[in-house]
């Protein structure tokens, strides 16, 4: 066999590799994710009363409470309210089904941190949750449901509540994985300190678009996203230049 064509062999095999390794890290994440569902099932009434009460002060229905327009909203709204609770409750099984997918790309020594990286993800992820939970939202809904005077009353679907809640709770936690991710990536010698340095203007520019996109339509939410997300920023440059590769 020519190099050449001895050199494309490995390269096709070592795509198939990498397919294959990414395939295995979605089954298992999904499998860990079904197994929090399945726990989260029995206590889907204790959930949606949780995601419920962010908003729970601005609803002005007869019952208090979100409303539904078809027989199957509610039952699938609990569907989707356990599998939102499997993917909080089982966040550190696919964090590291992540590190297993990346660790072959570090070095042995690089290797050692799985458990920090699990940790420090797995914190992230929460944090970000909470964040969202327990300073976005109020913050939101506090100006969305009182602007405009109080007149008109909302009715909010259970369907179109749970959509925006549940995507925005999950943007705000994987974004919040910035730093790790950014570390991982200087550790693999992708990036360096100085290059996020010098791209930070960029990256401001980028994080306002970002957080204009996965925010509620208001300044308020838009800068509660930005600030934490440029402060991560920063930090992620501070973990690069103690984690990442060292020029030579």
């Known amino acids: 066999m020519s190099p050449d064509r001895s050199s494309e062999a490995q390269s096709e095999e070592s795509l198939v590799d990498h397919l294959t390794a990414l395939r295995t890290c979605l089954i298992r994440s999904l499998g860990y994710i079904f197994l929090g569902f399945a726990a989260c099932w029995f206590f889907s009434e204790q959930l949606f009363d949780i995601i419920r009460a962010p908003i729970q002060p601005y609803l002005k229905s007869i019952s208090g409470g979100l409303v539904f327009t078809a027989p199957m909203d509610k039952f699938m709204a609990h569907i989707k309210v356990s599998a939102f609770g499997g993917a909080i409750l089982t966040s550190p099984g696919w964090i590291h089904q992540i590190w297993l997918f990346v660790a072959p790309a570090l070095y042995k020594e690089e290797k050692k941190y799985a458990f920090s990286f699990l940790t420090f993800g797995t914190l992230l992820f929460l944090s970000g949750?909470?964040?969202?939970?327990?300073?976005?939202?109020?913050?939101?809904?506090?100006?969305?449901?009182?602007?405009?005077?109080?007149?008109?009353?909302?009715?909010?679907?259970?369907?179109?509540?749970?959509?925006?809640?549940?995507?925005?709770?999950?943007?705000?936690?994987?974004?919040?994985?910035?730093?790790?991710?950014?570390?991982?990536?200087?550790?693999?010698?992708?990036?360096?300190?100085?290059?996020?340095?010098?791209?930070?203007?960029?990256?401001?520019?980028?994080?306002?678009?970002?957080?204009?996109?996965?925010?509620?339509?208001?300044?308020?939410?838009?800068?509660?996203?930005?600030?934490?997300?440029?402060?991560?920023?920063?930090?992620?440059?501070?973990?690069?230049?103690?984690?990442?590769?060292?020029?030579?």
């Open 129 to 248: 949750v909470s964040f969202a939970y327990f300073v976005v939202y109020p913050a939101a809904f506090s100006f969305l449901m009182n602007f405009g005077g109080a007149i008109d009353a909302p009715m909010i679907t259970i369907g179109e509540y749970l959509s925006f809640f549940t995507t925005t709770t999950l943007v705000f936690g994987l974004a919040f994985e910035m730093p790790l991710i950014f570390t991982i990536l200087g550790m693999m010698g992708l990036v360096t300190d100085d290059f996020l340095r010098e791209k930070r203007r960029y990256a401001i520019v980028i994080l306002a678009a970002v957080s204009a996109l996965i925010t509620p339509p208001d300044a308020i939410s838009m800068a509660l996203m930005m600030i934490p997300m440029v402060g991560l920023y920063e930090s992620s440059i501070f973990l690069v230049k103690i984690f990442g590769q060292k020029p030579y």
